[in-house]
């Protein structure tokens, strides 16, 4: 049984959950004006979380094959990294990772095929997104575009296709509604990278926080948070979302103590705690649009 945890957990599947959130986000918005599938709904989270965890995967080989993940990194000491700590071999996170893009594939084909080729598009983007984020030569979240990377896909990549999916258009509207939850989701990774300012510098590698510096990139994580709930404020007030979305505000408490945190002391489980914000945010807004098309 060891071996399946240890599969599991190098999977990073408490993570998942950001990628169901951006794929209902934009299937509950769908629902709102076309007919809703249940299949395609259920398919199209499970292609993507497929995807993610073959990110995941991916990303974890490359951070260990180029020494940036250590048994000394702070992402090591506060949860299991299989791979770091000698549970996998790295020959065999590779190929669980090409197997799991296989499937992602093959589920992309087929919602493409009923859907609409437009979707391959996506898929295809998203693809070398994820493989390119750590792997040669691009490796770009080592040139300080993780972030810009991160919002753009659980931002408006992953919205726009589960609405195309159900409703076989694209939409401003769901546009518009990704770049709050794109933005919180972008957040984690910069918890993360300004908790590693110390530990990344040292290994070579570049990332926003440190070229912003520490001060700054807090500034910006303050900001990026303030932006998210501004959005959803005028965006449920003056549209495309509805008066429901205001119970977003809900999470607002986890979002100050998480700042004060911040701004005291960044913690050892920063980016924990910024994708917990994110899941209640998240999880509010897609509750929101759904009692929008219930009422």
């Given at each position: 049984?060891?071996?399946?945890?240890?599969?599991?957990?190098a999977s990073r599947p408490w993570s998942f959950t950001m990628t169901a959130i951006s794929i209902s986000v934009g299937s509950a918005l769908a629902a709102l004006n076309c007919p809703f599938s249940w299949r395609l709904y259920l398919l199209t989270v499970l292609g993507t979380?497929?995807?993610?965890?073959?990110?995941?995967?991916?990303?974890?080989?490359?951070?260990?094959?180029?020494g940036v993940d250590t048994r000394e990194a702070c992402t090591a000491q506060y949860r299991p990294h299989p791979l770091v700590e000698g549970k996998l071999a790295s020959r065999h996170v590779a190929v669980a990772a090409g197997i799991l893009?296989?499937?992602?594939?093959?589920?992309?084909?087929?919602?493409?095929a009923v859907c609409g080729w437009q979707l391959l598009a996506i898929g295809v983007i998203g693809a070398f997104a994820s493989v390119t984020y750590t792997a040669p030569p691009l490796k770009y979240k080592y040139s300080a575009l993780g972030e810009v990377s991160v919002?753009?896909?659980?931002?408006?990549?992953?919205?726009?296709?589960?609405y195309f999916v159900q409703c076989r258009t694209f939409s401003m509207h769901a546009?518009?509604?990704s770049l709050p939850f794109g933005m919180l989701v972008a957040l984690v990774l910069l918890a993360n990278n300004i908790r590693d300012i110390s530990h990344d510098r040292s290994k070579g590698i570049l990332t926003l926080a440190i070229?912003?510096?520490?001060?700054?990139?807090?500034?910006?994580?303050?900001?990026?948070?303030?932006?998210?709930?501004?959005?959803?404020?005028?965006?449920?007030?003056?549209?495309?979302l509805y008066l429901w979305s205001l119970l977003v505000l809900?999470?607002?408490?986890?979002?100050?103590?998480?700042i004060r945190?911040?701004?005291?002391?960044?913690?050892?489980?920063?980016?924990?705690?910024?994708?917990?914000?994110?899941?209640?945010?998240?999880?509010l807004l897609v509750i929101s649009l759904v009692l929008a098309g219930v009422f």
């Open positions: 049984m060891k071996i399946y945890r240890n599969w599991f957990l979380v497929l995807m993610h965890a073959a990110t995941n995967l991916v990303n974890d080989y490359y951070d260990v094959k180029s893009y296989a499937l992602s594939a093959l589920i992309g084909v087929f919602l493409a919002f753009v896909m659980w931002g408006p990549l992953m919205v726009a296709a589960a546009f518009l509604i070229v912003l510096g520490r001060r700054n990139g807090l500034l910006l994580f303050d900001l990026l948070v303030a932006l998210a709930y501004l959005g959803i404020i005028l965006m449920s007030l003056w549209g495309p809900l999470s607002m408490p986890l979002a100050l103590r998480l945190q911040m701004m005291k002391q960044v913690p050892a489980d920063a980016d924990a705690r910024t994708a917990q914000l994110d899941t209640v945010f998240g999880l």
